[in-house]
T-cell receptor, first 111, second 118 residues
Framework: QQPVQSPQAVILREGEDAVINCSSS?????VHWYRQKHGEAPVFLMI?????EQMRHEKISASFNEKKQQSSLYLTASQLSYSGTYFC???FGGGADGLTFGKGTHLIIQP | DAGVIQSPRHEVTEMGQEVTLRCKPI?????LFWYRQTMMRGLELLIY????????DSGMPEDRFSAKMPNASFSTLKIQPSEPRDSAVYFC????????????????FGPGTRLTVT
């Protein structure tokens, strides 16, 4: 039931765009996106809810395709501060279920 | 708000010893989660509580692991006896999520406890 994230790693130049995908084999109630920097705790980015709209956080946006059980995170005009590991966390039942996280996507932004 | 507070931040212990990790959630949050992170297994959900009641402990790896939430502002995760394979970073997270309304909210993670069992 662990969601599958792709790609596993991405190296970008500052200003380039990236897309990170998250796929589940089980129907989803919501998808949560987090970013974790080395040695730190995961930090919340956004939630995509079943039936909800596409979300945006600064130059980062995300979509949720319920039928395909997939979510994508879009990083536009990447900044050095975007470097880190991105995790999608899936929720199946709603109402504060614990999250099942993917293995993460390592994003490196070079100047 | 101080955020989620975990203690200790680092713990080094010998195999066979008892280890207790502590967590104070954000005030007003009614859901609390314990996760474990390792290079091999990634970020795993161990157990979570809603209104101090354990909801799902299916992620707890063995009977050596136990968790309690005696009140809304405190939770513990205990490992007894500890083994080298328990070495990991243990995160506690809290949220406003409500199982009655099915409303879901973001989870706020504490800084983690880095456990090393030798």
């Amino acid at each position: 039931q662990q969601p599958v994230q792709s790609p596993q790693a991405v190296i970008l130049r500052e200003g380039e765009d990236a897309v990170i995908n998250c796929s589940s084999s089980k129907a989803l109630y919501s998808v949560h996106w987090y970013r974790q920097k080395h040695g730190e705790a995961p930090v919340f980015l956004m939630i995509l809810l079943k039936g909800g709209e596409q979300m945006r956080h600064e130059k980062i946006s995300a979509s949720f395709n319920e039928k395909k059980q997939q979510s994508s995170l879009y990083l536009t005009a990447s900044q050095l501060s975007y470097s880190g590991t991105y995790f999608c966390g899936t929720e199946f039942g709603g109402g504060a279920d614990g999250l099942t996280f993917g293995k993460g996507t390592h994003l490196i932004i070079q100047p | 708000d101080a955020g989620v507070i975990q203690s200790p931040r680092h713990e080094v212990t010998e195999m066979g010893q008892e280890v207790t990790l502590r967590c104070k959630p954000i005030s007003g949050h009614n859901s609390l989660f314990w996760y474990r992170q390792t290079m091999m297994r990634g970020l795993e959900l161990l157990i979570y509580f809603n209104n101090n009641v354990p909801i799902d402990d299916s992620g707890m790896p063995e009977d050596r692991f136990s968790a309690k939430m005696p009140n809304a502002s405190f939770s513990t995760l205990k490992i007894q006896p500890s083994e080298p394979r328990d070495s990991a970073v243990y995160f506690c997270a809290s949220s406003l999520g409500d199982r009655l309304t099915l409303l879901t909210y973001e989870q706020y993670f504490g800084p983690g406890t880095r456990l090393t069992v030798t």
